[in-house]
């Protein structure tokens, strides 16, 4: 094995080794320097070599998700890992097996472990495996567990993993398999429905009433309440509030499941608008790809016909004539860019209205809710107060029945005292309510106004493309005409 132990410490593949390879190993001449200049986008890097770097540990490859081919033989990786992200992975030399690897190959290293080799069952498509020259080789059954935990696995080390290997390896490693796949099914159901959990939770972050089809907000009203727990240890407070509970919870239930309604409704719109855009936009292009494309067979037999031209004052007429069409092609693109910039404000337009009114609809909706909850907590709080004046009363003349802890006493020194905690439990309680209409009005607000910018913005790069595009070709065709007088006139 090539290794440079006495003379290159350890080393992990990281963002400057990484930077230094797919330059060394990019395109060279003046597309290396123009990749250079444009900076190196590694999801486009396709094959990567790394060996004899001395690696001790695979790492900040998860950007290369296109990645087919990756080398990493004659290193001294100890463990295969970090090669999750890269599913297109084809060829893996001293680890070639991510995704759809096919192959990997992680020869000459110093993986010991043979559960290196259960970490490659992930990679449904690995066919071909090459461990040679790892100490993990020398294992008794190295051969059998491999052909066990990779049951897919065609070649190992770049031999055929015969029949009979096969068979010894189901039969060893039947009861120890049949485990491992039971677990292996079980997290896999996990993270299904982790990710259907974030799927939803994400449409609701969408439609901005997130956490809001339950009781988190009223539980986020009392977290922060420090009287709240004393508080609710009077006579009679349980019951206020499981009534006061249940009462949020339902008009946070009709928010939430507006918002996902009215999400809807902003989507379609949304698409609606970009469908009608594309639509226009395309038949546009058409328009002008006809009448440039007439163009250009008209040029090419005007430019054949003045090529052959041997008299001037006709060479000059068709010049002039040539001429005269190339401005005349100039302005009817320009007029049919015109008519899709005037085409595509009249449907951005619609569009700002219609989003316009949505939200507003849906924003004055959910004010009318919050509304609803300030009230609801300003009847909790007046309920409040009278259950607590009256312990308090209670409290003063020795007829509480009820034993309340000392810290609940405390309240009861005077009636200041009570009716200010119960007071600054108001306060927290209608600014929860207060933030949580706020974060939403503003998240909504905000996202309407990065879209129709974004909108308006794309539209302006549009046009200046298109503008540059015509001018472009029409300074070509000019140029070629003046190309040809010049060679007559020599």
């Given at each position: 094995?090539?290794?440079?132990?006495?003379?290159?410490?350890?080393?992990?593949?990281?963002?400057?080794?990484?930077?230094?390879?797919?330059?060394?190993?990019?395109?060279?001449?003046?597309?290396?320097?123009?990749?250079?200049?444009?900076?190196?986008?590694?999801?486009?890097?396709?094959?990567?070599?790394?060996?004899?770097?001395?690696?001790?540990?695979?790492?900040?490859?998860?950007?290369?998700?296109?990645?087919?081919?990756?080398?990493?033989?004659?290193?001294?990786?100890?463990?295969?890992?970090?090669?999750?992200?890269?599913?297109?992975?084809?060829?893996?030399?001293?680890?070639?097996?991510?995704?759809?690897?096919?192959?990997?190959?992680?020869?000459?290293?110093?993986?010991?472990?043979?559960?290196?080799?259960?970490?490659?069952?992930?990679?449904?498509?690995?066919?071909?495996?090459?461990?040679?020259?790892?100490?993990?080789?020398?294992?008794?059954?190295?051969?059998?567990?491999?052909?066990?935990?990779?049951?897919?696995?065609v070649y190992l080390d770049y031999r055929l993993l015969d029949e009979q290997t096969r068979e010894k390896a189901c039969v060893e490693y039947q009861y120890a398999l049949e485990e491992m796949r039971l677990n292996e099914l079980q997290e896999q159901k996990e993270i299904e429905a982790q990710k259907i959990t974030e799927q939803e939770l994400q449409l609701h972050k969408d439609a901005f009433v997130e956490l809001l089809n339950g009781p988190h907000l009223f539980d986020s009203m009392f977290a922060d309440d420090a009287d709240a727990p004393k508080l609710a240890c009077l006579p009679g407070?349980?019951?206020?509030?499981?009534?006061?509970?249940?009462?949020?919870?339902?008009?946070?239930?009709q928010m939430f499941e507006a918002g996902l309604t009215q999400h809807a409704r902003r989507q379609n719109e949304v698409e609606s608008f970009f469908s009608c855009s594309r639509e226009a936009e395309a038949d546009n292009q058409q328009r002008a790809a006809q009448i440039a494309a007439d163009f250009e067979r008209s040029r090419r037999q005007v430019m054949a016909e003045m090529q052959k031209a041997t008299d001037t004052k006709l060479l000059e007429a068709q010049a002039s004539k040539y001429s005269d069409e190339i401005s005349q092609l100039c302005d009817t693109l320009m007029t049919l860019e015109l008519q899709l910039v005037d085409q595509l404000e009249d449907v951005i337009k619609d569009f700002e209205r219609n989003i316009s009114d949505l939200v507003g609809g849906f924003t004055e909706y959910v004010q009318g809710i919050f509304a609803q909850c300030r009230d609801l907590e300003n009847h909790?709080?007046?309920?409040?107060?009278?259950?607590?004046?009256?312990?308090?009363?209670?409290?003063?003349?020795?007829?509480?029945?009820?034993?309340?802890?000392?810290?609940?006493?405390?309240?009861?020194?005077?009636?200041?005292?009570?009716?200010?905690?119960?007071?600054?439990?108001?306060?927290?309680?209608?600014?929860?309510?207060?933030?949580?209409?706020?974060?939403?009005?503003?998240?909504?607000n905000s996202w309407m106004s990065a879209l129709i910018k974004s909108i308006q913005d794309e539209e302006v790069k549009r046009n200046r493309k298109r503008i540059s595009e015509i001018h472009n070709y029409v300074d070509f065709v000019k140029d070629q005409l003046e190309e040809i007088l010049l060679e007559e006139h020599q």
């Amino acid at each position: 094995m090539n290794r440079l132990f006495d003379t290159a410490a350890p080393s992990v593949i990281d963002e400057k080794m990484l930077r230094k390879a797919v330059q060394e190993q990019g395109p060279q001449g003046q597309a290396g320097r123009l990749a250079k200049e444009e900076g190196i986008q590694y999801n486009e890097v396709i094959q990567l070599c790394l060996e004899l770097r001395n690696i001790l540990k695979i790492g900040h490859l998860w950007e290369f998700t296109s990645l087919t081919k990756l080398q990493l033989n004659n290193n001294i990786i100890e463990k295969i890992q970090g090669l999750e992200k890269l599913t297109n992975l084809v060829w893996l030399e001293n680890m070639d097996a991510l995704g759809n690897l096919q192959i990997v190959s992680v020869g000459n290293n110093l993986i010991s472990q043979l559960d290196n080799v259960i970490y490659l069952r992930k990679f449904k498509e690995l066919h071909t495996l090459n461990l040679a020259g790892n100490p993990i080789c020398q294992e008794e059954n190295y051969k059998i567990f491999v052909a066990a935990y990779l049951s897919d696995l065609v070649y190992l080390d770049y031999r055929l993993l015969d029949e009979q290997t096969r068979e010894k390896a189901c039969v060893e490693y039947q009861y120890a398999l049949e485990e491992m796949r039971l677990n292996e099914l079980q997290e896999q159901k996990e993270i299904e429905a982790q990710k259907i959990t974030e799927q939803e939770l994400q449409l609701h972050k969408d439609a901005f009433v997130e956490l809001l089809n339950g009781p988190h907000l009223f539980d986020s009203m009392f977290a922060d309440d420090a009287d709240a727990p004393k508080l609710a240890c009077l006579p009679g407070v349980t019951t206020l509030l499981e009534s006061y509970k249940t009462q949020l919870v339902a008009l946070c239930m009709q928010m939430f499941e507006a918002g996902l309604t009215q999400h809807a409704r902003r989507q379609n719109e949304v698409e609606s608008f970009f469908s009608c855009s594309r639509e226009a936009e395309a038949d546009n292009q058409q328009r002008a790809a006809q009448i440039a494309a007439d163009f250009e067979r008209s040029r090419r037999q005007v430019m054949a016909e003045m090529q052959k031209a041997t008299d001037t004052k006709l060479l000059e007429a068709q010049a002039s004539k040539y001429s005269d069409e190339i401005s005349q092609l100039c302005d009817t693109l320009m007029t049919l860019e015109l008519q899709l910039v005037d085409q595509l404000e009249d449907v951005i337009k619609d569009f700002e209205r219609n989003i316009s009114d949505l939200v507003g609809g849906f924003t004055e909706y959910v004010q009318g809710i919050f509304a609803q909850c300030r009230d609801l907590e300003n009847h909790h709080h007046e309920k409040l107060l009278e259950i607590a004046v009256a312990t308090l009363d209670r409290v003063a003349k020795n007829e509480l029945e009820e034993d309340l802890p000392d810290d609940v006493r405390m309240l009861f020194v005077d009636k200041d005292t009570l009716i200010n905690a119960v007071s600054a439990s108001h306060d927290t309680h209608l600014l929860k309510i207060d933030n949580r209409e706020d974060e939403l009005m503003m998240r909504i607000n905000s996202w309407m106004s990065a879209l129709i910018k974004s909108i308006q913005d794309e539209e302006v790069k549009r046009n200046r493309k298109r503008i540059s595009e015509i001018h472009n070709y029409v300074d070509f065709v000019k140029d070629q005409l003046e190309e040809i007088l010049l060679e007559e006139h020599q």
